[in-house]
């Protein structure tokens, strides 16, 4: 009896002890976040006050209206044209990442070939190998090339940098489905192309979906390159833009929150939109590597 | 008419050949059992069939039509799988119509031969669930459901009951029978178990290690083993298999036991032949306990080392000749370890094998 309410105690204050693990972490991930949301709706002086205000005291949407040029004091952000940039570049990007990441992670989970132990090995070991580092190749190659400051050279880096972590998950989802029902599939009367449309894809959307959204983000976020391959508004995203609010010896802080609820905003959309694939191929896939 | 003929057919995997070049026909509406120890070939040979696995060499023909180069889909077949393999995001109803659906049947043709077919396996009130929802039987049903919903030329098992538990299996193995009465196809039918395969088969195809050893109804095969493995790899209890020599018509085992040789056998007794002598656990038996008194027979005193009562009869495992032999009791007579008793070895239904070859010495 005793002992039966012993392990129920224990059992609670362990419960106890997670709940405040779990939120401590909340709070270091999510304050940042927090503050940069709150900082996009008042003046810069309240940003900069010390001791900090928490809780803005003037809310105001200045800050947004100013990126739209519609304040009086400050040329115009061209806002427009970069959340342009970013989507066409992270669209196309997540959608060239997806369709390599599904036929290769189809053959890596599928067929039996030479090499595909090194060249699986390579491609994770390419994942390795910090973006920046290559920024200086790549911006020589680029401008031999004459595709600096343009969408497809963001695209083309983009794509690369995607590629390996989207065939490395969707080949998990891939071998975790039995070779059984494509072939049950061909003798149910389906080419192969059928049995992999009709079967193994609508089983593996989970995976797939949640690849995009990975890819997409990345994209959509990614600086250090962006910030060395582009330099006009005919190329330049997000959160390059954000550069444009630092002036020789003042940073706009509320311009640059303001800016940054903009980039975040569609990410959390798509993120939501997606929820249900991303959990279920979160917690399903890619443990099997 | 789907015929099915396999000839001198060879799969290899890179340089290992794991199928050594099969001869077999089966006839229309036949139902051929391949039946083999794990690992000796049965389901490479049956996916040669489907199409699901590269043809090495030699041809195999379905009805009139070399299917060596088809696709499993223009070879007018159906398959079931150990594993079952239903689609898991499809409920039992979309299940048993895809096959339906891909060749382009219309929606009131399809829904009608779902219903035809779930019918049939008892699987009605089950349409609407997913196979997440169904226990093993089901899945198995709904498995040869699709299977038969396309009504191809030719139905293909591959160990269909393996995954069920013991109770289930038997029942399964009854409707597969009834299954085939009522939808007449050819069938070959892949299992290790033999009990599966005599029950169903009305041939057997026993193989080993790429290669048929013997083809034969499940009767043949059992009274006829061609060779060791057959007489062993058929029956339960396994045939008991006896060292000896052919010495003044008799084999003499390895402690100087003589057992005659039926006259059947005699020609093929030559003096000084090194032979295996077969003979199962039911021929035999104590004296007065045994399933036929007259005919040829030899008698010889054993001591019971274990005894299994299953009831109307026991099962005896004694030593003779330095080797542990099974013997069967019948009657409810309870045996004790240790007792003594003259067994006799009704010689009517024994085999010799060549020692060498493992071959029945009728075949010479
Ligand atoms: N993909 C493969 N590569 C190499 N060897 C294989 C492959 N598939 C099967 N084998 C070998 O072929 C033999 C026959 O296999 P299988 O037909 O599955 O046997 P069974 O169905 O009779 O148990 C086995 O020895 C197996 O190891
Ligand atoms: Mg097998």
Same mark, same amino acid.
């Given at each position: 009896?005793?002992?039966?309410?012993?392990?129920?105690?224990?059992?609670?204050?362990?419960?106890?002890?997670?709940?405040?693990?779990?939120?401590?972490?909340?709070?270091?991930?999510?304050?940042?976040?927090?503050?940069?949301?709150?900082?996009?709706?008042?003046?810069?002086?309240?940003?900069?006050?010390?001791?900090?205000?928490?809780?803005?005291?003037?809310?105001?949407?200045?800050?947004?209206?100013?990126?739209?040029?519609?304040?009086?004091?400050?040329?115009?952000?061209?806002?427009?044209?970069?959340?342009?940039?970013?989507?066409?570049?992270?669209?196309?990007?997540?959608?060239?990442?997806?369709?390599?990441?599904?036929?290769?992670?189809?053959?890596?989970?599928?067929?039996?070939?030479?090499?595909?132990?090194?060249?699986?090995?390579?491609?994770?070991?390419?994942?390795?190998?910090?973006?920046?580092?290559?920024?200086?190749?790549?911006?020589?190659?680029?401008?031999?090339?004459?595709?600096?400051?343009?969408?497809?050279?963001?695209?083309?880096?983009?794509?690369?940098?995607?590629?390996?972590?989207?065939?490395?998950?969707?080949?998990?989802?891939?071998?975790?489905?039995?070779?059984?029902?494509?072939?049950?599939?061909?003798?149910?009367?389906?080419?192969?192309?059928?049995?992999?449309?009709?079967?193994?894809?609508?089983?593996?959307?989970?995976?797939?979906?949640?690849?995009?959204?990975?890819?997409?983000?990345?994209?959509?976020?990614?600086?250090?390159?962006?910030?060395?391959?582009?330099?006009?508004?005919?190329?330049?995203?997000?959160?390059?833009?954000?550069?444009?609010?630092?002036?020789?010896?003042?940073?706009?802080?509320?311009?640059?929150?303001?800016?940054?609820?903009?980039?975040?905003?569609?990410?959390?959309?798509?993120?939501?939109?997606?929820?249900?694939?991303?959990?279920?191929?979160?917690?399903?896939?890619?443990?099997?590597? | 008419?789907?015929?099915?003929?396999?000839?001198?057919?060879?799969?290899?995997?890179?340089?290992?050949?794991?199928?050594?070049?099969?001869?077999?026909?089966?006839?229309?509406?036949?139902?051929?059992?391949?039946?083999?120890?794990?690992?000796?070939?049965?389901?490479?040979?049956?996916?040669?069939?489907?199409?699901?696995?590269?043809?090495?060499?030699?041809?195999?023909?379905?009805?009139?039509?070399?299917?060596?180069?088809?696709?499993?889909?223009?070879?007018?077949?159906?398959?079931?799988?150990?594993?079952?393999?239903?689609?898991?995001?499809?409920?039992?109803?979309?299940?048993?119509?895809?096959?339906?659906?891909?060749?382009?049947?219309?929606?009131?043709?399809?829904?009608?031969?779902?219903?035809?077919?779930?019918?049939?396996?008892?699987?009605?009130?089950?349409?609407?669930?997913?196979?997440?929802?169904?226990?093993?039987?089901?899945?198995?049903?709904?498995?040869?459901?699709?299977?038969?919903?396309?009504?191809?030329?030719?139905?293909?098992?591959?160990?269909?009951?393996?995954?069920?538990?013991?109770?289930?299996?038997?029942?399964?193995?009854?409707?597969?029978?009834?299954?085939?009465?009522?939808?007449?196809?050819?069938?070959?039918?892949?299992?290790?178990?033999?009990?599966?395969?005599?029950?169903?088969?009305?041939?057997?195809?026993?193989?080993?290690?790429?290669?048929?050893?013997?083809?034969?109804?499940?009767?043949?095969?059992?009274?006829?083993?061609?060779?060791?493995?057959?007489?062993?790899?058929?029956?339960?209890?396994?045939?008991?298999?006896?060292?000896?020599?052919?010495?003044?018509?008799?084999?003499?085992?390895?402690?100087?036991?003589?057992?005659?040789?039926?006259?059947?056998?005699?020609?093929?007794?030559?003096?000084?032949?090194?032979?295996?002598?077969?003979?199962?656990?039911?021929?035999?038996?104590?004296?007065?306990?045994?399933?036929?008194?007259?005919?040829?027979?030899?008698?010889?005193?054993?001591?019971?080392?274990?005894?299994?009562?299953?009831?109307?009869?026991?099962?005896?495992?004694?030593?003779?000749?330095?080797?542990?032999?099974?013997?069967?009791?019948?009657?409810?007579?309870?045996?004790?370890?240790? !007792?003594?008793?003259?067994?006799?070895?009704?010689?009517?239904?024994?085999?010799?094998?060549?020692? !060498?070859?493992?071959?029945?010495?009728?075949?010479?």
């Amino acid at each position: 009896m005793s002992l039966a309410v012993e392990s129920q105690t224990s059992k609670q204050l362990k419960r106890a002890g997670l709940t405040a693990l779990t939120f401590l972490l909340m709070v270091v991930m999510c304050v940042p976040g927090l503050w940069v949301v709150l900082s996009a709706f008042r003046p810069n002086g309240e940003i900069l006050a010390k001791p900090p205000i928490w809780i803005p005291e003037a809310p105001t949407f200045d800050n947004f209206r100013k990126i739209f040029g519609l304040g009086t004091d400050q040329v115009a952000i061209p806002v427009g044209s970069y959340f342009m940039n970013s989507l066409i570049i992270a669209m196309t990007s997540t959608v060239i990442a997806l369709a390599i990441g599904m036929a290769g992670g189809y053959a890596f989970a599928r067929y039996r070939f030479r090499g595909k132990g090194s060249i699986f090995l390579g491609l994770m070991l390419f994942r390795a190998v910090p973006g920046i580092a290559l920024s200086l190749p790549v911006f020589i190659i680029w401008s031999k090339l004459g595709i600096i400051d343009t969408k497809i050279g963001l695209i083309i880096v983009y794509v690369s940098l995607n590629v390996p972590f989207t065939i490395w998950l969707i080949d998990g989802f891939f071998r975790q489905i039995p070779l059984s029902l494509s072939e049950a599939a061909q003798v149910d009367g389906c080419t192969r192309w059928q049995a992999f449309w009709k079967i193994e894809f609508p089983l593996a959307r989970s995976g797939i979906a949640a690849a995009g959204v990975f890819a997409f983000l990345t994209s959509w976020n990614e600086f250090a390159l962006a910030s060395q391959l582009t330099r006009s508004t005919s190329s330049k995203t997000l959160p390059v833009g954000l550069l444009d609010f630092t002036a020789q010896f003042t940073i706009d802080w509320a311009g640059m929150c303001a800016m940054a609820v903009i980039i975040i905003i569609p990410a959390l959309i798509l993120t939501f939109l997606v929820q249900k694939h991303l959990i279920a191929g979160l917690t399903f896939g890619g443990v099997k590597g | 008419m789907a015929e099915i003929t396999l000839d001198k057919v060879v799969k290899k995997y890179g340089a290992a050949s794991v199928v050594h070049g099969i001869d077999l026909e089966i006839a229309h509406e036949e139902f051929v059992v391949l039946v083999g120890p794990s690992g000796c070939g049965k389901s490479t040979t049956l996916r040669m069939i489907a199409g699901l696995e590269d043809i090495s060499g030699g041809i195999v023909r379905i009805g009139d039509r070399v299917v060596n180069d088809l696709p499993p889909r223009k070879r007018n077949i159906s398959m079931v799988f150990q594993n079952y393999a239903l689609y898991p995001h499809m409920n039992v109803r979309e299940n048993l119509g895809f096959g339906l659906k891909i060749a382009g049947e219309s929606p009131d043709n399809i829904s009608k031969r779902v219903d035809e077919a779930a019918a049939v396996l008892g699987l009605t009130p089950l349409l609407d669930r997913t196979p997440a929802e169904l226990s093993g039987g089901q899945r198995q049903r709904v498995a040869m459901g699709r299977a038969i919903v396309r009504r191809p030329e030719v139905f293909l098992f591959d160990e269909p009951l393996s995954n069920l538990d013991a109770k289930l299996r038997g029942q399964m193995r009854a409707e597969i029978k009834k299954l085939h009465q009522k939808v007449r196809t050819t069938v070959v039918y892949v299992t290790h178990d033999q009990v599966e395969a005599m029950t169903l088969a009305d041939r057997i195809v026993v193989m080993r290690d790429g290669r048929i050893e013997q083809v034969g109804t499940p009767m043949e095969a059992f009274n006829h083993p061609r060779t060791t493995f057959v007489a062993t790899f058929i029956g339960s209890p396994p045939m008991n298999l006896l060292p000896g020599v052919i010495a003044g018509g008799a084999v003499r085992l390895a402690d100087g036991t003589t057992v005659p040789v039926p006259d059947r056998l005699k020609p093929h007794a030559r003096d000084g032949r090194k032979v295996t002598l077969g003979i199962r656990p039911d021929d035999i038996s104590p004296v007065g306990h045994g399933l036929s008194q007259d005919g040829p027979g030899a008698e010889v005193d054993l001591t019971v080392e274990l005894a299994e009562p299953l009831g109307m009869e026991s099962l005896i495992y004694t030593r003779l000749a330095g080797q542990e032999v099974l013997a069967k009791l019948y009657g409810p007579r309870i045996v004790q370890p240790g !007792e003594q008793l003259t067994f006799r070895m009704a010689l009517d239904r024994a085999h010799l094998f060549d020692a !060498e070859t493992g071959q029945s010495l009728r075949l010479d």
